[in-house]
C-alpha cells in the first residue's frame, strides 16, 4: 500500500495547499512524508544567469563575484522552506524527513519519486508566471507526464477528503487507477463512485459489468454510474455537483493522438478542477 509520500515544497501558497493534503492523507493511510526543496540550477549557472547579468550591464567577473552570494541565498531559502515543512508535519504529530537537491525540477522530482509510492504536488508553485502560456504549471504537467508513480495533483484550497470518484474508460492506465482506488477506499474508508462516459450503451454496459466484477468482492462502499457526453466536460461537471472530493483518473488514457493534437483529457482535468486529481500511468 502506501508508505512514502513524497512532497516537492516551493514556499508557494500552493505549495503549503500541497502539504495540507499531504498530512491529512498521510494520516488516514498511516504514511511517511518527505519534504523535497530543489534548487534550480538554471538560476545559479547557464545562459539564464548570463543574460541577467549582461542586461544589468555587469561585467564576467562581476558574474563571479556575485554567483557564491547567490548559491547562499538559495540554500538559506531552502533550509527555511525544509525547516518549515518539518515543523508542519511535527506539530501534526507525523514522521517526515527532508531532502535538498540541486538541479531541473521536474527532473530532480521525478528522480527522488522512485524512493516513494506517490508524489503530492501543487498545480502551481512558485515559479508559475513563468510557464509561458501552459494553464498548468510547467513542472506539475512535466511530472504527471514522465513519473513512473501516482502523481497527486492538488488545488489552491484544502477541502478534507470525505468521499472519492475515479473516471473509468477501460484504458490499461484505468485498470490499475481502479485497483488503488478500490485500495484507497477500503484503507480509507472512502466512498467510491466509478464514472463510465461514453454515448455507446453497449460498451458502457460492458465496462459497467467489468467494474462490477472487480468491486464486487472488495466488499467497499462503492457504485458506477454511466453518463453521456464529452469525457473531459462531464468529468468536471460531476466534480462541480461537489459530491466527491477527490478524483482519481488513469493518466493520459489511450488516445495518443487526440492529445498531441487537441489538449487531453487529462490535463483538462487537472486545469478545471478544485479538488486533487489522482493520476496513474
Same mark, same amino acid.
Request: hydrophobic letters at 40%.
Given at each position: ?5 513524497? *512532497? ?8 503549503? /495547499?500541497? +502539504? ?13 512524508? /518527505? ?64 531532502? $535538498? ?12 519519486? !522512485?524512493?516513494?509510492?506517490? /508524489? ?34 492538488? #488545488? ?19 485498470? !490499475? ?13 472512502? #466512498? ?24 464486487? #468482492? ?6 458506477? +454510474?454511466?453518463?453521456?457526453? $464529452?469525457?473531459?466536460?462531464?468529468? *468536471? ?6 459530491? +466527491? ?26 486545469? !478545471?478542477?478544485? *479538488?486533487?486529481?489522482?493520476? +496513474?500511468?
Amino acid at each position: 500500500m502506501i508508505e512514502r509520500i513524497l *512532497i516537492p515544497t516551493d514556499g508557494s501558497d500552493h505549495g503549503k /495547499t500541497a +502539504i495540507e493534503y499531504g498530512i491529512y492523507i498521510a494520516n488516514r493511510l498511516g504514511a511517511q512524508l /518527505t519534504g523535497l526543496h530543489v534548487v534550480d540550477v538554471r538560476l545559479v549557472q547557464g545562459p539564464l544567469f548570463t543574460d541577467i547579468s549582461g542586461s544589468i550591464g555587469l561585467p564576467s567577473y562581476h558574474y563571479q563575484e556575485v554567483l557564491p552570494a547567490i548559491q547562499s541565498g538559495l540554500d538559506e531559502k531552502a533550509e527555511a522552506i525544509l525547516k518549515a515543512f518539518k515543523a508542519r508535519c511535527e506539530e501534526a504529530g507525523l514522521p517526515s524527513e527532508t531532502k $535538498k537537491a540541486l538541479g531541473i525540477i521536474d527532473e530532480a522530482i521525478i528522480e527522488e519519486a !522512485k524512493n516513494s509510492d506517490w /508524489t503530492l504536488l501543487a498545480r502551481r508553485g512558485e515559479h508559475f508566471h513563468l510557464g509561458g502560456t501552459s494553464i498548468i504549471g510547467s513542472t506539475a504537467e512535466s511530472v504527471v507526464r514522465n513519473s513512473g508513480k501516482p502523481v497527486m495533483v492538488t #488545488p489552491e484550497t484544502f477541502i478534507e477528503i470525505e468521499s472519492m470518484a475515479l473516471a473509468y474508460d477501460g484504458s490499461a492506465p484505468a485498470d !490499475k487507477a481502479l485497483k488503488l482506488a478500490a485500495e484507497l477506499s477500503d484503507t480509507a474508508s472512502w #466512498p467510491l463512485t466509478v464514472i463510465t462516459i461514453t454515448n455507446d450503451h453497449a460498451l458502457g454496459a460492458n465496462l459497467s459489468k467489468k467494474i462490477e466484477d472487480f468491486l464486487e #468482492p472488495l466488499k467497499i462502499d462503492s457504485e458506477v +454510474i454511466i453518463l453521456q457526453g $464529452k469525457e473531459d466536460r462531464e468529468i *468536471i461537471k460531476f466534480i462541480q455537483e461537489g459530491s +466527491i472530493e477527490l478524483m482519481v483518473m488513469g493518466a493520459y488514457g489511450h488516445n495518443r493522438i487526440r492529445e498531441l493534437i487537441l489538449g487531453s483529457t487529462t490535463s483538462y482535468v487537472i486545469r !478545471k478542477s478544485k *479538488i486533487p486529481v489522482l493520476l +496513474i500511468r
